[in-house]
């Protein structure tokens, strides 16, 4: 009979012939504790025997793999105190030393006449061919044709032939799988059959019939997860009630307001023509708030698209309509920052003083619109005038901190929350918020990031969520020129532009990634760069400098931004508290220290604080080539020539989920992380959309799943966990 996925998920390993209780223990250290974590532990790679390389016939340059004999090992320390390992291994052919970096259990892992299947770059060195810190599996004495190589772990004592040993024990016991998509969509895609697929996952006899079932196996994955999160996408459109906006009748058919709407006014005000973007992702929004089900909509663009004139437009819709809009930021610094800015966006702008809020009531007297800010450092007399302002309606729009979700706030109308950078904020903080509204109305709500997020990591993390995308910038930002600054000489230039750019009139920021000295990761921190650049001989002496970063008091952080926004400091030296948010159009110098420090989002982002004016900006990202053992990280390279290249986030995005790989944007979850053990976001991007796709025409069709048990007993056993379940879901 054949075998179905949750059936499997319900014997323990354990049950194993073999598995005693060292092998369990080890099992459970990787992960494996049932038949189906075993069964979906697949092989990081093949070795192809009918396509072995030979040590002697590879090029310099060439990347391969070999299957090779150790035949001695030695370690050594360099003179900064780094264990070197050097392991001479040969296949009968030629020799090749294999050379690791900080990497001191190898001397322990390569053993005299272990057999190793070794993956690297071939070099030259010193007469002698050599791979550098190569990918390493201990394999053993294998004679099948394709060889399956599996993630082990000497720690816990876990072979890739324990492995091998144990899968051979469950393909033959299983003997067949049970097949729970529908045979029309297996011939739309032309897929193997699921027993197929485990079979020539583990135990292939061509390297085509392994692309064919991961082929499959990667659709299996997707499509549970896109099956997870449209049903419940569509559970919440179909139980909660939400706020029918004015929305398309206050932009009508062209999807522009007038100016006798709130909206208008504040377009008609506005310094500048929105963009073409802009007015998609306000049409998107507007639908939205007009529909009987609440909003859940992402928000995303890069840096300088324009979210915040979105985001204002849609919390003045409800305004519009009678109800008030909370925005929640992550730190008080971009609280603040969207408050002063909103403030001076709607200053003078005016809504009719009613006992009910609506606009349209007859004879209304006008008042001003009503913005407020609420953080932990509101005074006690200014927090109780603003609870009483949201509780009677009279305070319009409230941007806000965590604060705002503390006990004791209540709204009269919650309409919209607008959560910017929603992926600072747990499910919880973002839940607490929502629920402020009376009635049983639940408020619409926007989530905006300026990362730019990958398409396919976009359907996957935020599969829950609708996607506006503002992929234009406004005209007048002014290009951002990156330079990666190397060496002293360079460095030299770079501090003497920045003081030519203040001696203009210009501001600059200069960033380091830590606070105090670390010994460990050895780079400046804020507060010793700040003294070594502003001290006697510095390259910011006499200049106005400031110091900004987390431990610094909330009071002194304010001062220190109004002092910087207002132009009495010529220069902010801070820690990545500036990363997101802050707007001096003054500034036009971007100095990024120990860049190869930082991801690409966050130099992107940094990045992103200049060229907000009309003056040309420029970037300058400092690491020195020749750092630990001679040279940057390969990764660390790639990311600072990505910024030298390009300042396309979406561009930068798609590479840093190169680069990365999807499991820290899968990490964002926090649960239920693994259920994409074999889809890569990356590898698989077309996968993405066609499992969704078929998702959606699944549930349309079986909205509740009793015509698919089998797909609704795999998502409830490998998805189902309700904590995982809630952080799947970004709403």
């Not at 067949?176 to 996952?201: C, H, K, M, W």
């Not at 005074?379 to 004791?408: C, F, K, N, P, W």
Request: hydrophobic share 40%; glycine share 8%.
């Amino acid at each position: 009979m054949a075998k179905r996925l949750e059936q499997l998920a319900g014997i323990p390993v354990a049950h194993l012939k073999g598995v005693g209780a060292k092998t369990q223990r080890g099992l459970e250290v990787i992960g494996v504790h049932t038949v189906l974590d075993l069964l979906t532990y697949y092989p990081r790679r093949y070795l192809d025997r009918t396509k072995e390389a030979r040590i002697r016939e590879l090029r310099p340059g060439e990347e391969a793999v070999v299957l090779v004999e150790v035949q001695k090992t030695v370690a050594r320390r360099s003179r900064t105190g780094k264990v070197l390992v050097t392991a001479e291994v040969s296949d009968g052919s030629s020799s090749l030393r294999l050379t690791f970096f900080n990497q001191p259990w190898r001397e322990r892992q390569l053993r005299k006449g272990m057999s190793a299947l070794v993956f690297g770059k071939l070099e030259i060195f010193q007469g002698w061919r050599q791979m550098t810190n190569p990918v390493v599996d201990l394999v053993g004495d294998k004679t099948r044709r394709i060889i399956p190589v599996y993630p082990q772990s000497e720690k816990a004592g876990i072979m890739t032939w324990d492995i091998a040993k144990l899968m051979e024990e469950v393909l033959d016991r299983v003997g067949s799988f049970a097949e729970p998509v529908d045979p029309a969509v297996l011939r739309r895609f032309g897929f193997v059959d699921r027993t197929t697929a485990f079979f020539d996952i583990h135990r292939p006899e061509s390297m085509a019939a392994v692309q064919e079932a991961r082929r499959r196996l990667v659709f299996d994955e997707l499509l549970r997860v896109q099956l997870e999160l449209v049903r419940r996408k569509r559970e919440l459109e179909r139980t909660t009630v939400g706020i029918r906006h004015d929305a398309m009748g206050l932009l009508g058919a062209e999807g522009l307001p007038g100016r006798d709407f709130l909206v208008g006014r504040f377009h008609e005000r506005l310094p500048f023509p929105l963009t073409r973007a802009q007015h998609r992702a306000i049409r998107e929004i507007a639908a939205d708030m007009a529909g009987p089900h609440p909003m859940h909509r992402l928000l995303q663009g890069d840096v300088g698209a324009g979210k915040t004139i979105v985001a204002v437009t849609a919390m003045l819709v409800a305004v519009q309509s009678g109800h008030q809009a909370a925005l929640m930021a992550p730190t008080e610094v971009l609280a603040e920052q969207h408050y002063l800015g909103m403030k001076d966006m709607l200053t003078g702008l005016t809504v009719p003083d009613t006992a009910d809020g609506t606009l349209f009531a007859d004879q209304a007297i006008e008042r001003e619109l009503n913005v407020a800010l609420l953080t932990n450092r509101t005074s006690a007399s200014e927090r109780r005038r603003l609870l009483i302002g949201l509780a009677d309606g009279s305070v319009d729009l409230v941007i806000g901190t965590h604060a705002l979700i503390q006990e004791g706030i209540e709204f009269r109308s919650l309409g919209l929350v607008v959560i910017d950078e929603q992926h600072r904020f747990g499910v919880e903080q973002r839940a607490a918020l929502r629920q402020k509204s009376a009635g049983v109305a639940v408020p619409d709500v926007l989530v905006m990031t300026a990362t730019p997020i990958p398409r396919t990591a976009a359907m996957t993390v935020y599969g829950d969520l609708d996607v506006s995308v503002l992929d234009e910038l406004p005209p007048g930002r002014t290009p951002i020129e990156t330079r990666w600054v190397r060496s002293e000489a360079e460095q030299h230039d770079m501090w003497r532009h920045v003081r030519s750019e203040i001696s203009a009139g210009r501001q600059a920021y200069v960033v380091t990634p830590l606070i105090e000295e670390s010994d460990r990761l050895q780079v400046a921190s804020a507060e010793e760069t700040f003294a070594r650049l502003t001290g006697d001989g510095g390259e910011l002496c006499g200049l106005k400098v400031g110091l900004l970063h987390g431990r610094v008091s909330p009071a002194e952080k304010e001062q220190t931004m109004s002092l910087f926004r207002s132009g009495a400091l010529d220069v902010l030296i801070a820690t990545t508290v500036i990363e997101v948010g802050v707007d001096v159009p003054n500034a036009t110098v971007m100095v990024i220290l120990d860049a190869d420090r930082f991801g690409i989002a966050q130099l992107h982002q940094l990045r992103g604080r200049v060229g907000r004016g009309g003056h040309r900006s420029y970037c300058y990202v400092v690491a020195d080539p020749a750092g630990d053992d001679g040279e940057l990280r390969a990764s660390a390279v790639a990311r600072l020539e990505a910024m030298v290249k390009t300042t396309d986030g979406f561009e930068l995005a798609e590479i840093d989920l190169d680069l990365r790989g999807e499991g820290t944007i899968m990490g964002e979850r926090q649960k239920g992380r693994n259920d994409l053990k074999l889809a890569s976001l990356r590898r698989d991007r077309e996968w993405v959309a066609k499992a969704r796709e078929v998702a959606f025409e699944i549930l349309d069709a079986d909205p509740m799943l009793e015509r698919h048990p089998m797909l609704a007993a795999e998502i409830d056993v490998l998805l189902g966990d309700e904590q995982a379940a809630e952080f799947l879901l970004k709403s």
